[in-house]
T-cell receptor, first 113, second 115 residues
Framework: NAGVTQTPKFRVLKTGQSMTLLCAQD?????MYWYRQDPGMGLRLIHY???????AKGEVPDGYNVSRLKKQNFLLGLESAAPSQTSVYFC????????????FGSGTRLTVV | AQSVAQPEDQVNVAEGNPLTVKCTYS??????LFWYVQYPNRGLQFLLK??????LVKGSYGFEAEFNKSQTSFHLKKPSALVSDSALYFC?????????????FGKGTKLSVIP
């Protein structure tokens, strides 16, 4: 089925460890986004990409890096995880035309201990 | 700057009664507005969107929303609530920031439908 796939679905990290979250979409979408969801905060934009090879900072970029080497993939990296990064991470993508809206992945639940 | 506000953290409604979940927005230019629903430990499910055209938008599961430009509101409504509608609801708006149309979310409203 066409859509946005996030891996892994769950992960527990120790403080200071690094990891990469993968977002893959098979809809040939130009735009991709990474959000984090925290209780009472809604979803906040971390980084986004408007096309292959481009990335930009969102509302809460500190402590994260991203890369978009291939159009279909958008990677979110944590170089040195902190407990404050415990969250649920969602990836989204959309086509050029806004009429089609956004497609969200099922999320990655990350716990940093 | 853009923002989306959901003034109610929680809404309680009796099963069979009409429900309303409120959303107001402050978005530059012409807004694109969305409603999503999230069930416990699940991802976001799309309900409906306003891009352009009719102010009354009909979506999934019998939900609808009315775009009101003068009141800058986009309230979610359903004529008769079901217990299965109990979930967390998010309103979101998009604006053209460097062409990326970043989606800004409200903080969410927890809807509880009481049997």
């Amino acid at each position: 089925n066409a859509g946005v796939t996030q891996t892994p679905k769950f992960r527990v990290l120790k403080t200071g460890q690094s990891m990469t979250l993968l977002c893959a979409q098979d809809m040939n979408h130009e735009y991709m986004y990474w959000y984090r969801q925290d209780p009472g905060m809604g979803l906040r934009l971390i980084h986004y990409s408007v096309g292959e090879g481009t990335t930009a900072k969102g509302e809460v970029p500190d402590g994260y890096n991203v890369s978009r080497l291939k159009k279909q993939n958008f990677l979110l990296g944590l170089e040195s995880a902190a407990p404050s990064q415990t969250s649920v991470y969602f990836c989204a993508s959309r086509a050029q035309m806004m009429n089609y809206g956004y497609t969200f992945g099922s999320g990655t639940r990350l716990t940093v201990v | 700057a853009q923002s989306v506000a959901q003034p109610e953290d929680q809404v309680n409604v009796a099963e069979g009664n009409p429900l309303t979940v409120k959303c107001t927005y402050s978005v530059s230019g012409n807004p694109y507005l969305f409603w999503y629903v999230q069930y416990p430990n699940r991802g976001l499910q799309f309900l409906l969107k306003y891009i352009t055209g009719d102010n009354l938008v009909k979506g999934s599961y019998g939900f609808e929303a009315e775009f009101n430009k003068s009141q800058t509101s986009f309230h979610l409504k359903k004529p008769s609530a079901l217990v299965s509608d109990s979930a967390l609801y998010f309103c979101a708006g998009a604006y053209s920031g460097a062409g990326s149309y970043q989606l800004t979310f409200g903080k969410g409203t927890k809807l509880s439908v009481i049997p």
